[in-house]
């Protein structure tokens, strides 16, 4: 390689390291639609992830107008009623290790800090968790389900296909932010989109042009150092 391709290679190379190191989840977005091809684009793009066998698991769903409404008021229904939750998979482990619960504290720490809510403070909080099910008011609305016939590799796939997704988002500009918590009711989800029970419901996921003027979007979470999970053997 010459010096001139390794000049190329270093500038590609440290363009997309800043991109995975710049990347975060947003929680406010401006009123600003992405338009269709642009969001067809990315989802292209996303499939390149790596998949054993080629299997690409994993679907993607567009809900849009009054669909999306419906389905946002199922699902504060469920939240502020305290439906019990069914999750299609375990998403925690159970019980939690304490060195996880303190990241998971955190976390949250970091999130209520930034927006002035107090940990004591319940409505607060709710009030904000229940963000969640209307996709953070974000122009692009995703449901990710996955074909209940998968095990743990075909999440392992789809994993890597939304950090894809995600990725491909941001340079173009766009934001994003992966919903875990729409797997709590997935059969509400499923009951108002019309899916049959094979679809089993992984998240969701909101995308759109960053409001950065949100304090909420002022949120930053820190990365456990290498030495807690990374150890070379013999």
């Known amino acids: 390689m010459n010096t001139a391709d390794t000049a190329t290679f270093s500038a590609v190379h440290s363009e ?13 977005f401006l009123d600003r639609p992405v338009p269709q091809p642009l969001l067809e684009q990315l989802l ?4 390149q992830a790596p998949s054993g066998g ?17 389905l946002t008021a199922a699902l504060l229904a469920d939240f502020h009623g305290q ?5 299609d998979y375990a998403y925690f482990p159970r019980p939690m290790p304490m060195q996880l619960r303190k990241r998971q504290v955190a976390s949250a720490q970091a999130l209520y800090g930034a927006l002035g809510v ?38 392992m796939d789809l994993g890597m296909a939304l950090y894809g997704l ?20 997935p059969e509400t989800v499923r009951s108002v989109l019309g899916l049959g029970a094979e679809h089993h419901i992984v998240c969701g996921l ?29």
């Open 83 to 87: 439906a019990p939750e069914c999750e």
């Open 118 to 155: 107090a940990r004591d403070d319940r409505e607060g909080r709710d009030a904000q968790f229940a963000r969640n099910y209307r996709f953070f008011d974000a122009p692009v609305a995703l449901v990710v389900s996955i074909d209940s016939r998968f095990g743990p590799g075909g999440y």
């Open 206 to 234: 909101a995308l759109g042009w960053a409001d950065a003027a949100a304090p909420v979007n002022e949120t930053r979470t820190t990365r456990a150092p290498l030495g807690e999970w990374f150890q070379i053997l013999g």
């Open 16 to 28: 997309a390291m800043e991109l995975m190191q710049q990347r975060r989840s947003m929680r406010a």
């Open 44 to 47: 292209t793009t996303a499939r």
């Open 54 to 70: 080629n299997l690409q698991p994993g679907h993607f769903w567009a809900v849009q107008g009054e669909l999306r409404q419906q």
């Open 166 to 185: 995600q990725l491909a988002a941001a340079a173009q500009g766009l934001a994003s932010c992966a919903i875990g918590a729409l797997a709590s009711y």
